[in-house]
């Protein structure tokens, strides 16, 4: 498989693999790990979801920077080592149980990931630029995305051991682990990249840096404050007199207004042959915010589902595999615990000391009579965080048929646009939902855990929908983009992600005001089938954009 590719690969699959095990496995965690009652930070859904949601937008707000300080100043090679290295002292710091610390890790992270992710990518695409590897290029980007979507499945199996056998920091710090020995196999690659590390300096058309910071990162800041510190109608729902819900996703929303006219600007700015493919890149990057709330709900909302509403008992053989493995852990069943307390109520710190209970969700809660066992007796379940395995094993298994049948219809003649594809990638994202409505339906809105199989089948659909939209994404930006602000425009691809998470996180903190679990999903439901609409009604003017520019 390597001997027809550059040498170079084999490195960059692993480190990128290591990373991504690293990152998933931290992401696996994240929100459980907030809300914690005993070891963690006691955090209520709705707090949990907006600081994950807050996190991973950030993440990828970051690589916009990242990117561009590599190709101007640092080069490739010291800006993934560098954000290696912060990243996993990142992870590390993560399970120091201080939300300072925490905090801190947070940001290490995110300002880590800025120079790793886009940069080992595009000096992937530095090897394949080379005329004897130009024909090998998508075949060499698919095993790098296999990379990622090993690292991404086996993580969880290892965060789950770690944390039922030693705790939280110890699963934290097999992230940091895993992150180093990803550093260490790109230096251990360091003679097979030769020049294509190196920095390309700042190139004629380019816009100067200090304009970047001056007219997008300043005002960011500036609003991003601004949001914070502004008030909106206290309520019973609103208790701190926020905008958006809460302080943080004021500071996001206002912090991206600037980023947001500043590439309008760049549609309003651009000579008359460039309007169009820079409209029509504005359009995609604004449908697919939607796409993004709702798949990166499966860090939040549909872990929650995965804890608190399906079935994870396990019993004969794979209970002694999943126990031996540490996979699994005991849990007795006491009838009085499950009378006494319900939906409303969950265990809270104060000064270090539980006080209360508040919104805390047992087990044995929505386990239905006949099946509960017997009093003082225990059960084994698999960790929740296993769940976050289920995506990346269909990425896995799917893409290969995925490759396969555009493959097919392009033997035919009739593959569709890239625009086509990503309008039904949105198509087939709704459907997914619609999974989740029944299992709602079958769990009687939550008062019996359904099986997991519910979770797998709609990960198994949303997993082809990313699939006809997330690389079909990259590919157009980088058809359509003028050359001279190229990076410019994958940093917006790689805003309308990052807004689209932040969403996620809004989402995902409103679980708990759905009385009926299904209404929820129906939303998701709805703003899928709005960006899909939107979409196919874009195709035609896109696919006639393409065209002008002679590509597909």
């Known amino acids: 498989m390597w001997k027809s590719h550059p040498k170079a690969l084999p490195y960059l699959f692993l480190s990128e693999m290591w990373e ?7 992401i696996g965690i994240f929100t459980l790990y907030l809300k914690d009652v005993e070891a963690g930070f006691a955090m209520t859904e709705k707090e949990a979801s907006d600081l994950y949601g807050t996190f991973i937008a950030l993440v990828f707000l970051t690589p916009f920077i990242g990117g561009l300080v590599a190709d101007r100043y640092l080069g490739y090679k010291k800006s993934i080592v560098l954000g290696g290295l912060m990243m996993g002292t990142g992870y590390f710091m993560m399970g120091i149980h201080d939300i300072v610390m925490l905090y801190i890790a947070m940001t290490l992270v995110i300002v880590g990931n800025g120079f790793f992710k886009p940069n080992i990518s595009t000096l992937l695409g530095n090897f394949y630029n080379e005329d004897k590897y130009k024909e090998k290029k998508d075949e060499g980007y698919n095993i790098f995305y296999m990379g990622i979507n090993v690292g991404a499945f086996i993580c969880n199996f290892f965060g789950a051991a770690l944390q039922i ?49 001056l007219y997008i990162l300043v005002p960011s800041v500036i609003f991003g404050i601004i949001g914070w510190l502004i008030k909106g109608v206290q309520s019973a729902t609103n208790v701190d007199s926020s905008v958006f819900g809460s302080d943080s996703t004021d500071a996001f929303i206002f912090a991206c207004i600037p980023v947001v006219y500043f590439y309008g600007s760049l549609y309003f700015k651009a000579k008359a042959e460039e309007k169009r493919p820079i409209g029509a890149l504005l359009s995609i990057f604004a449908v697919v915010i939607l796409f993004w ?21 396990v019993q004969g053989t794979t209970q002694t ?105 949105l198509l087939i994202s709704a459907l997914s939902v619609l999974v989740m409505v029944a299992a709602v339906h079958v769990g009687n809105n939550g008062t019996e855990k359904v099986s997991v199989w519910w979770l797998v089948a709609n990960y198994g659909i949303i997993t082809i929908g990313e699939l006809f939209l997330s690389p079909m994404g990259l590919s157009i930006v980088s058809k359509l983009s003028p050359k001279n602000i190229t990076a410019l425009m994958m940093g917006g691809w790689f805003l309308s992600t990052s807004i689209g998470n932040k969403l996620s996180g809004v989402l995902a903190s409103m679980w708990d005001q759905y009385e009926n679990k299904a209404d929820f999903f129906w939303v998701n439901f709805g703003l899928l089938m709005f960006a899909t609409i939107l979409m196919f009604a874009l195709v035609k003017n896109l696919n006639k954009v393409m065209k002008e520019k002679g590509i597909n």
Do not use: C
């Open 293 to 313: 709330a709702v798949f990166k709900l499966n860090g939040s909302a549909l872990t929650t589902w995965a804890d608190r509403y399906t079935d994870r008992e």
């Open 321 to 425: 595999v999943f126990s031996g493995l540490k996979l699994a852990k005991e849990v007795e069943f006491k009838k009085d615990s499950v009378e006494l307390y319900d939906d409303n109520f969950r265990l809270q710190k104060e000064n270090g000391v539980v006080k209360k209970e508040v919104n805390y969700p047992l087990y044995f809660r929505n386990v239905a009579e006949d099946k509960k066992p017997i009093e003082g007796s225990k059960v084994s379940l698999w960790a929740t965080n296993l769940s976050q395995s289920i995506n990346p094993g269909w990425v896995i298994i799917l893409t290969p048929l995925v490759v396969a049948f555009f493959t097919y219809l392009r033997s035919r003649k009739k593959e569709p646009s890239t625009p086509t594809k990503i309008a039904f990638g």
């Open 165 to 213: 056998l030693l705790g939280w920091q110890y699963a934290f710090m097999a992230a940091g682990v895993g992150m180093f020995i990803g550093v260490i196999v790109f230096l251990l690659g360091t003679k097979h990249y030769g020049d294509k590390t190196d920095k390309k300096g700042v190139q004629e058309g380019d816009m100067p840096f200090y304009k970047i910071v």
């Open 20 to 26: 991504r095990f690293g990152y998933y496995l931290m």
